[in-house]
Every structure is written in C-alpha cells, then in structure tokens.
C-alpha cells in the first residue's frame, strides 16, 4: 500500500526542525518513504503506515496545539 500524507502545524510555520523529526521518526520505523515541500509518500501495509503517521503526530503534538493532517491511499492490490 502506498500513502501520501502531509502535516502542517498551524500554530507555527516555520517547520525544518519538525520535518527533521518526521524523517527520523519514518527511519525508525524501517519504511521506504520519499519527502518533499508539499508531503511524504510512505510503502507499506495499512497497519506500519497508520501506526508511522501516528508516531509522527505524537511527537509533533508535543511541541505544537494545532496540527492538520492530510492523508490519501493507494490500496492497489492488481499486482
């Protein structure tokens, strides 16, 4: 399965260190995933995907009251 999501915290623009934290928390979990400035694409099943965006969420809600949170799945089983 592949996933695109995008987390915008919207009490603080300036997110570099925030995306620092992301990477290091999807590199933890062990998923391929590409980053760019709009979102990152992570592969995996349903489970280690929701669980890896939850993680990120965590650790970003520590530092920040508000955050969006946009996700889109690509459930393309035809292979």
């Known amino acids: ?3 695109d999501f995008s987390i915008w915290t919207l009490d603080d ?3 570099h260190d925030d ?3 992301v990477r290091e928390t999807l590199d ?3 998923l391929e995933y590409t980053m760019n400035r709009m979102s990152t694409s992570v592969e ?3 489970t280690q995907i929701s669980e890896s965006i939850e993680a ?3 650790k970003l809600a520590v530092k920040h009251n508000r955050l969006l949170i ?3 799945f690509d459930d393309d089983r035809s292979k």
């Open 1 to 3: 399965m592949l996933a």
């Open 13 to 15: 623009p300036a997110m």
């Open 19 to 21: 995306m620092q934290l």
């Open 28 to 30: 933890e979990r062990g």
């Open 44 to 46: 995996g099943s349903l």
């Open 56 to 58: 990120c969420r965590q």
């Open 70 to 72: 946009q996700i889109t």
